[in-house]
Nanobody
Framework: QVQLVESGGGLVQAGGSLRLSCAAS???????MGWFRQAPGKEREFVAA????????YYEDSVKGRFTISRDNAKNTVYLQMASLKPEDTAVYYC????????????????WGQGTQVTVSS
């Protein structure tokens, strides 16, 4: 089973930046990868996704232009660079691996990390 471990979360002021990392182990790193987030009292939502070769990338509209997803297959790691952070970005961020497509639906993802907290203060 693929294991995913997120890191890089923390507390940052509005307008600041953070880079999240997701290290994969226990399997191949040739799957599509995605980032999701869940704020308190809210449903988990799609943030970004990237194909195995980085040729296909998708973003949720609210983060487009501010967040950048990337991956380094040699390091078995996917990243989420977050800039111009807003208080509404506050959430637990989850890394996920998809066996098939890379759509925004959570049901397409088979493996999930434990999440890392991102808190943006105003």
């Amino acid at each position: 089973q693929v294991q995913l471990v997120e890191s890089g979360g923390g507390l940052v002021q509005a307008g600041g930046s953070l880079r999240l990392s997701c290290a994969a182990s226990g399997g191949t790193f040739s799957t599509a990868m995605g980032w999701f987030r869940q704020a308190p009292g809210k449903e988990r939502e799609f943030v970004a996704a990237i194909s195995w070769n980085s040729k296909s990338i998708y973003y949720e509209d609210s983060v487009k232009g501010r967040f950048t997803i990337s991956r380094d297959n040699a390091k078995n790691t996917v990243y989420l660079q977050m800039a111009s952070l807003k208080p509404e970005d506050t959430a637990v961020y989850y890394c996920a691996a998809a066996a098939g497509g890379i759509g925004p639906s959570m049901k397409e993802y088979d493996y999930w990390g434990q999440g890392t907290q991102v808190t943006v203060s105003s």
